[in-house]
Each structure stands twice: as C-alpha cells, then as structure tokens.
C-alpha cells in the first residue's frame, strides 16, 4: 500500500519535473560582431545551410572559399525548400544551429521578427559596396533601419522568349510583351504555327513557382496581393482586378490550348525542358532554368524581359537568397569571413555560371554582358525588383497546401475564377491574421 | 479461443504446434473440389496482386532515370538493367549509407529496447500480484490510445529541453514508447500462460527472481519476445513522422528522410532511379526479417487478438 | 483479467519485485506520453511559438478552432478518407483470412505473401507510388492505358478526388494483411464441433459464416476495426509523401494540418488544442466502437 502510494507519487513527480523543463528555453546568445578581427583570420569549420533549390550556385561559391585558403572550412547542408523554414526553426529551438544559412530572402523577416538573427549592421555599413547592394533584398533582412543579413545571391523571375518562333510568328518582342493583350496574341500566334508548339509553359502544380513568376504581374501594376504592414496585413485578391486578370489570362491560354497539357501536373521535376527544347514562345522563369540549363544553340535564339502588367510596367521578383548569422552561431567570426568572400565582385561576377544573378549593381562588368548576355536584364532593372514584406510568404505561397496555388488552379484549370477570388481572400486574410499571433 | 492461450507443457513453438494440432473450419473430410479450385485460384490470385507490384519495383530500381521518366517507355528500355541507381545511391554525394546505417542503429536500438522492457513489464503483471496491478496495467493499454501523432507538439518540446532532438538516442526512446504497450501486452499473455509448477521447481531449486527468468521461462518467452523486437522493428524502420519532427540535423537522418530529400531534389535535379533504389533497400531488411521470424511475428499478432 | 485466480499471491512472487520489474514501462509511459499530455493541456493555453516566449491567452485557441474553416475541412477530409477505406480493409481482410485459415498445403505460403506489404511499411510504398503515378510514365498509367481505361496521361497526385481514390486502393492493399492476421488468428480460435453440427444440419458455406464465424468474431473484429479506424484517422505519411496535402488543401489529413500549423506555421499552442480535440475525438471513436459491437456479447 505505502509502497504503491509512493510508487504513483513518484511517477506523477517525473511527469510534472518533465512538463515543467520545456518551459526553461531561453534566448540564444548574440556573436559579439564589433570585437576586434572579427570575421578576419578565423580558423576552424563553418556548418553553412543552403536551400535546395541554390545548391549549386552555392557549392560553387564554397568551393572556390575553401580552395582559396586553409584556416576555414565550409561545409555546405542542402535543405529541402519547403521544410527550410520548419527545419531552422527548429535547429534555432534546439540550440544547435549552423553558423550561416543561405536563407530565401522572403523567409528573413520570419526569423528577424523573432530575434533569431545577428545584428550584422556595423559590418554591413563596412563593406565600400554597401550602397551597390540589390535594394530589393537587403529591405527584406532590415528592420527598424537595422540589417540582419546580407543579400548573397539573387534569382529574379523573367520572362524568356524563343527569338526564332517569334520571328516565324511574325512577332515583335517588344510589342507583343507590353501588356496582356500582346501576350495573348503572341502566344495564340506561335501555338498556330505547328502541332507540339505551345506559346507558353508554366508547372501549375509546383507552389513555388507560381508565387515566383505569377506575382511580378500584379506588382508591374503597382496591385500587390497583399497590403498593409507587418503586423496588420491583409489580402487584396477579391476586388484586385490585376490578380483577376492574370488569372483570366491563364485561363484562357489554358482554355484555348496555348499551354501543355502537362501543365497540369508539373511539379517542378523538369520545369522547362519543353522550353529549352524549343516548343515554346513564351517562358517565365528565372535565369537557371531557361538559360544555364539550355544548350549554346538555344540560348542564342533566347531573348529575356521583365514581366509585365496587364496594361504594362514591368516587375520581377526580387528574390534569391541572404546570408543570416544565427544567434548562438558557434563559428560567427569565420562564417562572416566567408560572407565577405561570397560578396567579392570575383565571386558575384561568375554567379550566373551556377545559374543566378549578382547581388552587387557593379558586377554587371564588360566582361560580365559578354559572357552573360540573359542575365543583364535584371541588374539594369533593380529598382522594378520587388517582393512583399511579411512574415507568412512561406504560408501564402510556398507550402503545396498555400492558398495562392489553390486560387490559381482553381481559377485556371477548373475556371472558377470568381470562387477562386473569394477563397483566395478569405484564406490570405485568416493566414495573415494566424501568423499576427 | 482458449487454445492459443491455454497452458501447455512443452517448450517453444508452443503456439505453432498447436495451431498445427487443429484442425480448421472447412478443412474437414467433406471438402469438395470445387472449394479446392477456389482456394488456389484465390490464393494465386492474390498473391499475384501482392507480389507483382512488389516485384515490379525491385525491377525498376535497376532500370536508368531516363527509362522511369519516359513517357510511352521502350519496351526493351524497361528491361534494361543497371546499377547506377545504387551505385549513385551510395556514393559519397548522396551518402544514403549513412541514413542507411541511422536506421539499422535506431530499430536495433528501439527492438531490443522494447523487448527487454516489456518482457520485465510482462513478467511483473503476468506473475506478480500487487497493489495496483490492474490499474497500472490499465494505465499501460490506455496509452495504446494515445495517438503519439496527436501529442507531438508537446512531445517536441519536452524531448528537445531534455536533449534528445536530434539525437538517435531520443528516437530509441520514442519509438520504444510508441511500441511498449503492445509488447507489454503480448509479454504479459505469455507469462500467463506458463503453467506456474515450472517456474516454482525452479525456485524449489533455490534461483533468484532473475535467474528464474532468464534460464528457465526464456524457451518459453522467445515467440513473445521476437513478437515485440520485430513489431518494434518494423515500426521504427521507416517511421516518418517522429523522424520528420525531432531531427533537423541531416547526418542523423533515417532512411525515410533521405528518400523524401531524393523525391525533392535536394541535391540538384530529381531522380527517381534513386528514389526506387532507395525505397528497394528500404524494403530489404523488411521482408528478411518477417520471412525469418513470421512464424512468431504472426502468431503474435494474432494471439493478441484473441486476447484483446 | 483472471489471472489474480490463476496466480495466488505467494512468498515467491513479492509484490516489491512486481512492482519494481514494471517500473520500466511505467517511466517510458509516464515521461513519454503522460507527461507530453498534460503539458499539451497548459500549452493549448497559451499561444506558445516555436521560437521566442509566449503568454496564456486563455481559450482563446479553442475559440479559433471553432471558427477555422481550414481545420474543418481536414476534419471532413479524414473522415471521409476513413469513412472510404474501412469497410473495403475489412472485407479483403476477412477474405484472405478465409482463403489462408485452413491448414492446407501453401496456405503459409500464401499468409506470408498476403502480409508482405503491410511489413514493408507505408512509408516505402507511398514512395514507390510517387513515381507510379506519374503521368505518361508510371505503371499506374501505364497499366490503365494498355488496358483501354484512359489515355495514360492522367495526373494522379494533382488532383483531390483522383489522389484520394488512388491513396485509398493503395492502403487497402498494403493494410489488408493487417486485418487478414487478426481474424485468422480469432477464426483458428473457434472450436471445430460448432461447424460439425452445423454442416450435419446442412447448412452451406455462407450461412456457416454469417451463424458461426461472424458472431464468433466479434470481438476480433471490433479490434481490427478500431485498429484500422483509428490508423486512418492518425493518418499522415501517405499523404506527405504522395500530395503534401494539395492541390490547396484538398487532401489535408487532421495530423497534416497539426504538423502545420505547430511546425510550419510555428504555432505550438494553436497545435496543442487541435491535439487535445484530437485525443477526445479517437478516445471517442474508439470507446463507441467496442461498445457498438460489443452490445451482443
């Protein structure tokens, strides 16, 4: 009896002793970015995140970092895009985190929000290139006119055409990417010109595409889907005529076969091989994927624009990646060094060669539009780069199960344009208030 | 419904040899053959459905990336084999060795854990009366209802002040959890069922509590124990969601997390020779040890629920 | 539990060692499960982020759920996905049992193969499907086309009803076994003389079963039922690995949107209440099914 009292007594004791330990989590501590010889002659191995999808550009930049000296290490984790934000998050409350991460730009402001990243201004305000640094992507790691990053690479959406079957077609590049009407016209056009030629591709069903290269369409409008500031954001996709639009855009080169059936179903896997294999008039992508993957000879018949409005302007997304050092980096003073490398004009100068864009407006060098003819376009367009400010993009658009896919493809492949509206409201709206909490 | 469960005398393959005494409902001498005829029909059927789609893949895993992607495949495309698959698998760019080896070390881990426990655990509600017994007993079964999928978030946050995200450790001790009450449970009915005159001469014979255990109830407790190892096993293998939530860090990853890294793309473009070579050396370990030890596995399972 | 009568408390079983040799357990028990249950209760209060602090916010996160159209829909969607899936395991379950109970030659051949895939886990098959069902390639496809039933291009994954049908033949296949296992097990327990005398009476096959087996079973089949049930209402893997819960969220399971909002979205307190209703809801499920078929007994 007393035994077996004792024995419950006990067992409630280590249940409540285990409820009671979660609770003393604390703040991770800050590296110390002002002490002397910080980020210089480090020594010993940075654990560096990077996102799946920069992989390669990453690598390359980290191979040259290690070759160059022997004292740091880099040692590179490829993340899978879309648990990055779960992953870090969790590494951040574990207490074992790396000690740089290549972080998706629109991803920063989540963790900035939460004190989760080394205040990095004094060495950012150091660098003689500071004022050169894409706009776009720096506003996106600043708050309260401190950085908590730097921007690294940059990934812009465009819009690739193919020269040669806008020639067939009789079109001019110019004219026919202004606005909507010109799009419609030279898609209808080049899917007229041959059985197994379309005018234009997307993978509908790859979450972060379509929030990468349908969004610049609403921003060339000055109409973003989402407004206000952090904190008291809403959705603005009921009553937004340019997301209408871009929606009925879609679906009518849906409707009218202007677009693949694989469309469909493209996850992604093999986003753009119908392009490079020159069935396609009109692309919106990023420089990876319809130029570095493309062979010399269709590269040369491939012509690049900023993406349009309905009834012009031009945006594109102001992405890529910010290195972020966070709290509780073991390795801070080293993973800057490596930052400061990453930034060197050598380095940005040959990023397009793994398939992204400079960060620095002074690298689009001689040497630099010679070798890179398709990726000048958005370092002469900074100032049309954009993306919004807010701590759910991830939420919005990311995740398979965000609700601009699911406004997109209903409103695209099932023609629910007006239920796709609402619901899309209705969804942005309860996200952004969820993640105010 | 007793017979599975009723004390025999003799040692192991106690409950085969039973089943195997008996005879079944329709098995009698007024079988017809017309009911012949159905059994092997279904029965061939049937493992046609199961083993075909199986086979199929074991297929594939040697078949090149460009055969499994192409749309309207070559016939003889399909039929040509490589090892690419798995020599890309293991090579040192995508180290699926190393989550290989993650998992063997967290199911061992968690097998034999969940053995050893539930056997103690077993032995103590199965022969031991005590105050409480019933309810302590009870208080195990319930958190067979606890679905661990639904506590996960606490379950986090706990595991992670205590140091065990991240960690092989911490996914023993999870998965153990997870599969205790069900070993608990098959370990209890088999020491109910030891006739209680063997293990008394045991202790006429002047052994311990341990000793007694170990030398003489073991024969008779190894179906139940291989039972709840190789549940345990099967269970922490490939376990998905527990993997996805306590590790972050990806030289810890099990096998699981790797292929989903492979189905993504995480090192560059995706390939899905890869991701079936994966998915095939997943299965492996699997189907050895099931064919192995079903004779255990199954009646096991099936005792328990005769119990249940 | 007779097992107080079988074994009277004696010298040589003292209740301190009983006790002690469940300890064990009990620890594993209480820190893993108890403990997490509990401490779910006080973070439902609160409005507990993954990272940063966090203050109680009262029921403030029962109320959302209340009002969140999106959990809702998950509710909806797993009940149906279970509401699919049941009767079809259940069925194929208890055919394979009749097919491999008898003691005739193979039929351990035959046993063994039935219960292959449930071995290998679902984890594994989910992945092997990814690349069955993809359009123009995979065997699904592949299959169906030779077969005159469609085109071949059918894009399985993107699409709510046509991934929920596929994931739904793909679990009846795979966990069948599970269920073939269980009522084997309850069949070869039911004495042979109750057949005997009905065969005398003349009775045919089919009414054998639906008079002896079925009500003998009872039990047996409550217990694989809740253990099917509630695996569907728990279920996560097939679809994280098949659609990721889309397109949009038409094929997001209850657990899915638990594993979001706690570990995408960062909420650990809006998940903690959508775990505790969780908990009550297969509590529920699970007494009301035993009490269901064990009314006769």
Known sequence: ?437 | ?308 | MSTLERNPRSLTHPARTGLLLTLPALVFVTVFVLAPLVFAVYMSFTNWPLIGSYELIGLGNYAAIASDPVFWKSVGYTVLYTAIVTLPILVLGYVLAVVVRANRRFSTVFRTVFFVPYVIGLTTLSFLMVLEAQPGSGMVNIVLETLGITDGTTAWLADGPLATGLICVMIVWAVSGLTMVLLMGGMQGIPRDVYESAEMDGASWWQRERSITIPMLRRTIAMSLVISVIGSLLAFTQFYVLTRGGPGTDTQTVVMYIYQRGFVQLQLGAASALSIVLVVVVGLVTAAQFRLLREKD
């Open chain 1, 1 to 437: 009896m007393e035994l077996h009292r004792r024995t419950l007594l006990a067992l409630g004791g280590i249940a409540g002793l285990s409820a009671l330990l979660p609770s003393c989590a604390s703040q991770l501590p800050e590296p110390d970015v002002t002490a002397a010889g910080f980020g210089q002659n480090a020594t010993g191995t940075v654990r560096l995140w990077c996102r799946a999808a920069t992989v390669v550009a990453v690598r390359q930049v980290v191979d040259a970092f290690n070759a160059s000296q022997d004292a740091v290490s880099v040692e590179v984790t490829p993340v899978l895009d879309g648990q990055y934000v779960t992953k870090l998050a969790t590494a951040i409350r574990g207490g074992n985190v790396p000690d740089i991460v290549d972080i998706d730009d629109i991803n920063s402001m989540l963790f900035i929000y939460r004190d989760s990243f080394t205040d990095l201004t004094p060495l950012v305000e150091q660098l003689d290139f500071a004022d050169r640094l894409n706009p776009g992507q720096l506003g996106l790691a600043t708050r309260d006119q401190r950085h908590y990053g730097v921007p690294y690479i940059a990934d812009n959406s465009l819009l690739y055409y193919n020269t040669e079957l806008f020639e067939r077609a009789g079109l001019d590049p110019v004219e026919h990417t202004r606005d909507f009407d010109g799009l419609l016209e030279a898609a209808r056009a080049i899917g007229a010109l041959e059985e197994g030629t379309y005018g234009w591709t997307i993978d509908g069903n790859a979450a972060g595409i379509l929030g990468f290269v349908v969004q610049p369409h609403l921003w060339a409008a000055d109409a973003p889907n989402i407004v206000g500031e952090v904190g008291d954001q809403r959705g603005a996709i009921e009553g937004n005529d340019a997301v209408r639009r871009t929606f009925e855009l879609y679906r009518t080169m849906w409707t009218e076969g202007l677009m693949p059936q694989s469309n469909f179903s493209g996850d992604g896997a093999r986003w753009g091989a119908d392009f490079r294999d020159g069935r396609i008039g009109l692309f919106p992508s990023n420089f990876s994927l319809a130029a570095l993957s493309a062979t010399p000879e269709m590269r040369a018949k491939t012509g690049v624009v900023l993406l349009p409005g309905p009834d012009g302007g031009r945006s594109t997304f102001a992405g890529g990646d910010n290195l972020c050092i966070p709290r509780g980096a073991a390795n801070a003073s080293a993973a800057w060094q490596f930052a400061r490398f990453a930034l060197d004009l050598t380095q940005q100068e040959n990023l397009p060669a793994g398939g992204y864009i400079p960060v620095r407006s002074d690298a689009a060098t001689a040497r630099y539009r010679q070798e890179f003819p398709l990726a000048v376009a958005p370092l002469e367009e900074i100032e049309n780069a954009y993306a919004p400010t807010t701590l759910a993009y991830n939420l919005l658009f990311n995740q398979q199960n965000s609700p601009w896919i699911a406004a997109f493809r209903r409103a695209v492949f099932d023609g629910d344009v007006d239920g796709a509206l609402a619901q899309g409201q209705k969804d942005f709206d309860r996200i952004l208030e969820q993640a105010q909490l």
């Open chain 2, 1 to 308: 419904m007793a017979s599975l469960t009723s004390p025999a005398t003799q040692g192991t393959p106690r409950l085969l040899k039973v089943r195997r005494g008996r005879e079944t409902p329709g098995a009698g001498r007024a079988e017809n053959r017309t009911k012949l005829t159905l059994y092997w029909l279904g029965g061939i059927l049937a493992t046609l459905v199961f083993l075909l789609p199986l086979a199929w893949s074991v297929l594939r895993s040697f078949q090149a990336n460009e055969a499994i992607v192409a749309s309207d495949p070559d016939v003889g495309d399909l039929f040509t084999f490589t090892t690419e698959n798995f020599s890309a698998l293991f090579s040192s760019d995508l180290d699926v060795l190393r989550s290989v080896g993650n998992s063997l070390v967290v199911a061992i881990g968690t097998a034999v854990l969940t053995a050893v426990i539930a056997t103690l655990a077993g032995y103590g509600f199965g022969r031991f009366a005590f105050r409480g017994r019933n309810v302590l007993f009870g208080v195990v079964v319930v958190t067979m209802m606890v679905p661990f999928q639904a506590i996960i978030t606490p379950l986090y946050l706990q595991m992670n002040a205590m140091g065990l995200t991240d960690s092989r450790l911490g996914l023993v001790l999870f998965y153990t959890t997870v599969n205790l009450p069900f070993g608990v449970f098959v370990m209890r009915n088999a020491f109910e069922t030891i006739p209680a005159e063997i293990e008394d001469s045991a202790r006429v014979d002047g052994a311990g509590t341990m000793r007694s255990l170990v030398s003489v109830l073991r024969p008779m407790l190894v179906p139940g124990m291989a039972t709840s190892a190789l549940y345990a096993f099967l269970a922490s293998w490939t376990e998905f969601l527990g993997a996805l939530t306590f590790l972050t860090d990806d030289r810890l990853y099990t096998l699981p997390l790797s292929l989903v890294n492979l189905q993504s793309g995480a090192y560059g473009a995706v390939n899905y020779g890869y991701l079936v070579a994966g998915a095939v050396v997943a299965m492996i370990p699997c189907v050895i040890l099931y064919v192995a030890l079903q004779r255990f596995y199954v009646a096991g399972l099936a005792s328990g629920a005769v119990k249940g």
